[in-house]
């Protein structure tokens, strides 16, 4: 089966990118499907938070610049069928130097082209940085999929319009012409409040077809989890949050033909 790219991605930190980007890729190893994430953030949160140690040479900012290759890269973890290339400090250098480049907006895609050949992954999921950067430019020209976390607060809804504006961009400069939005995943749901029920029927009503219907709560224990170098599955495997991500691989998995 061919190999399908998932980019997770948005301008605004602190929206549970990377908590989902580590949790759902878990999960999807959980149901048997080889996947591999790829942590393109120079904060390496992604990294950390499976329980890698961070190493100095391990990163894609190598292949990047044409060093090494990005199979080269590829670090195993704790976690039956997922892999990981972890991140480090270099690739803060290389939101500046990506764009002294030749089609610096292809270099991913170009890097991955040789993983993506080799059928050895189902799923390739990139954690991206909290900015719309050279980094994250990239990993949307590199992806079949956008998938979009979204914290359950207004603010955050402004923010979807500007990241939809770009993909259109990216599609009409024939950059990745078929890129599509994969869905949009609400985070940080608190039950007890009007407001998270508000911002997730606005969503419902702009987007009804690219909303999953999981949605993940808040919760301490989620918070609490990659500072163990755990996921949720292996910090609190009864934790809402955990039934939660389970429910959206499973939402993935179905959407996308992954199994």
Do not use: W
């Amino acid at each position: 089966m061919a190999t399908t790219v998932f980019t997770i991605a948005n301008q605004k930190g602190g929206v549970g990118k990377t908590t989902t980007a580590v949790n759902l890729a878990a999960a999807l190893a959980d149901l048997k499907i080889h996947t591999l994430l790829i942590d393109l953030d120079p904060q390496a949160n992604a990294t950390s938070a499976i329980g890698v140690e961070k190493q100095e040479g391990r990163s894609l900012y190598g292949p990047l610049h044409g060093d090494g290759s990005a199979i080269e890269m590829i670090t195993p973890t704790s976690i039956e069928r997922l892999a990981l290339i972890p991140a480090e400090e270099d690739l803060a250098a290389a939101e500046i130097e990506l764009a002294q480049m030749d089609n610096y907006l292809m270099k991913l895609r170009t890097v991955l082209e040789p993983i993506r050949a080799s059928g050895r992954y189902r799923a390739i999921i990139i954690d991206c940085p909290p900015a719309l950067g050279m980094l994250s430019m990239n990993s949307l020209a590199a992806a079949d999929h956008l998938l979009i976390t979204l914290q359950c607060e207004y603010l955050a809804l402004e923010g979807l319009g500007q990241i939809l504006r770009n993909v259109e961009r990216l599609k009409t400069a024939n950059i990745n012409a078929n890129l599509e939005l994969g869905g949009v995943i609400m985070t940080m749901f608190d039950g007890r409040t009007n407001l998270s029920r508000q911002v997730v029927d606005e969503v419902k009503q702009h987007l009804p077809d690219k909303i999953f219907s999981s949605v993940i709560p808040r919760t301490v224990r989620l918070s609490e989890a990659p500072s163990f170098g755990k996921t949720i599955f292996a910090y609190d495997k009864t934790n809402p949050g955990a039934l939660a991500y389970r429910s959206l691989a499973d939402e993935v998995a179905a959407r996308f033909n992954l199994k």
